[in-house]
């Protein structure tokens, strides 16, 4: 029996409030006395860290001045923690001390000293009082993992008053992590909780059958959220990247340690690997789908040199729903799913059979993807289907929202199947074909995408159909306005060449030329909500339907 999204809703919020009302009892003020015990972490070992280090961040934090989430927030010689904070954003990178790994570019005595001073600090405010944005189990885990990793910077010189309080807190939030992670939220947080306990069980001394639990309990995380073929269950392009730094110094710290590795850690790295290369476009960069946003070079790369696996990258991510076409120098890549899950849809966005087009070291078509640092406003405007390259009916979108703020922004209805179908023509050309019932509910029609590329790679045909759920084109009249958007790269440069042809071209002279026979063209201002440098303006080009279909090519021009 198929349930309706108000069955779905009432699921879901009885499951949330069982949730909440559980993980409260575990972190009441009673229970919390049970982790205010005397036991101090052993240190073993630090972890690597693989993110970037910023000798300018350093500089920065050394003068006072704290540059983190878009924001810049100076307090001179106070503790950051003894002032208000600019952002939610900016808190939770504050709280989860990540920004350690920068100091690690001056190890200086005057900044390692500070560094301690700042964390001595939080210990006093935040060390023993469960509540807020510090005690949030993604805040805890990352924050934990940090401590660990850049406990040399923090101990240098330090003195025994400060190693000893150091140790017992971390060994307080270690105990506080393990009692309620199983009350943590679904998804990337469960996951981390997980790696910190893991990461937190061999750095530091455990016996061996916590150091077993923490594995045992890792590996079900890891069959949980990283599908068979190595993408996240977020279908979240950038989730396998930030898992990766974590995974990698985890492994490698249980190898030089000696320990056993929990038995489905190197096969899932060794799958999240084609999976990256799969969302990689010819610019290096990933693609902009369900809540990526950009990333930098600089951060791949430490990642991807740790990459053993060989090999092209995939035609395909059956599992993950996505389609990737390729050939000569232009890379095409189609999401063709929908959220695999409730729980792992709070960040996932209504694009189903949206496009992204590269080609030379270009990226030409886009989706707006998520903004880095913006508030929620904005996060989910770019959820929306009208912020995908695909065909948008009625101003709607394709997967409705909860409007929930007990839920979260949780996908709660829309898409729900899409049928796939994929061959190569005599002429070397390959076809893909999908069709999604995303606007089945509320208009009785379904959306059909047929995509083809030349074997040379410099020619794309597409057509988009409405069609009835029999299949047949439709041929009444629309519920509202239908348009196909193809959203471009703001470093692209539009240009009309008539009323139904348009030029697309790339800084370096690099240009592909996009032309429709059966729809009207027209150019509008857009945004690029995932530019490294935060939300900036761009262009779209909307293609009208004009009858049941329409027609659209690509043609590229060196």
Request: proline residues 5%; hydrophobic residues 45%.
């Amino acid at each position: 029996m198929r349930i309706t999204d108000r069955q779905r809703l009432l699921i879901l919020y009885i499951r949330e409030t069982w949730r909440r009302v559980t993980r409260k009892a575990a972190i009441g003020r009673i229970y919390a006395m049970r982790f205010a015990g005397n036991p101090k972490a052993q240190l073993i070992v630090a972890p690597t860290d693989l993110r970037v280090v910023d000798p300018f961040v350093a500089a920065e934090i050394l003068e006072g001045r704290f540059p983190l989430a878009g924001r810049v927030l100076e307090v001179g010689s106070r503790s950051p923690f003894s002032v208000e904070l600019p952002s939610h954003l900016f808190a939770v990178r504050l709280h989860s001390f990540g920004w350690l790994r920068h100091v690690r570019a001056d190890k200086t005595a005057a900044a390692c000293a500070n560094a301690r001073a700042i964390v001595d600090h939080w210990i006093d405010v935040h060390g023993s009082r469960i509540s807020g944005i510090a005690w949030e189990p993604e805040v805890i885990a990352q924050r934990i993992i940090a401590w660990l990793s850049h406990s040399p910077v923090l101990l240098q010189n330090a003195e025994a008053g400060f190693y000893r309080r150091f140790l017992r807190n971390m060994a307080f939030q270690i105990r506080y992590l393990r009692r309620t992670a199983a009350y943590s939220p679904d998804g990337l947080v469960s996951f981390r909780v997980r790696i910190a306990l893991a990461m937190a069980s061999i750095a530091t001394q455990s016996r061996p059958s916590a150091i077993r639990r923490a594995a045992q309990a890792l590996d079900v995380e890891i069959e949980r959220q990283i599908l068979p073929d190595g993408g996240h269950v977020s279908r979240n392009p950038q989730s396998a990247l930030e898992l990766l730094f974590d995974l990698l110094p985890l492994r490698q710290t249980y190898i030089n340690l000696g320990h056993d590795l929990p038995t489905r850690l190197i096969p899932a790295i060794d799958r999240m690997y084609p999976a990256l290369r799969f969302f990689r476009h010819q610019d290096g960069d990933l693609a902009l789908f369900n809540g990526a946003t950009s990333t930098l070079a600089n951060e791949l790369i430490s990642v991807l040199r740790y990459d053993e696996s060989a090999g092209q990258p995939f035609k395909a991510l059956p599992h993950s729903q996505f389609q990737r076409l390729s050939a000569g120098g232009t890379v095409l890549i189609v999401d063709t799913g929908f959220p695999i899950s409730v729980d792992a849809s709070k960040s996932a966005h209504a694009g189903c059979l949206s496009l992204e087009l590269s080609s030379g070291k270009q990226r030409f078509i886009v989706n707006s993807g998520a903004p880095r640092f913006a508030g929620e406003k904005f996060r989910q405007m770019a959820r929306a289907t009208a912020a995908h390259s695909t065909v948008v009916l009625a101003d709607s979108s394709s997967c409705r929202l909860s409007q929930s703020r007990y839920l979260g922004p949780l996908m709660v209805g829309g898409v729900s199947q899409v049928k796939v179908t994929r061959h190569t023509g005599q002429d070397g050309s390959d076809r893909l074909i999908a069709a999604h019932d995303g606007y089945m509910a509320p208009f009785g029609l379904l959306h059909e995408r047929e995509i083809r590329i030349n074997q040379a790679g410099n020619k794309v045909a597409g057509r988009d159909r409405l069609l009835t759920p029999a299949g047949e084109p439709f041929t009444g009249r629309l519920p509202g306005p239908a348009e196909a958007r193809f959203h471009v790269h703001p470093s692209v440069v539009l240009e009309r060449i008539d009323e139904r042809t348009v030029r697309m071209e790339a800084p370096g002279g690099d240009s592909w030329v996009l032309a429709t026979t059966t729809g009207a063209l027209s150019i509008s201002e857009d945004v690029f909500f995932a530019d490294v440098t935060g939300i900036c303006p761009s262009e779209q080009i909307e293609l009208a339907f004009e009858g049941p279909e329409i027609r659209w090519f690509l043609t590229h021009y060196a």
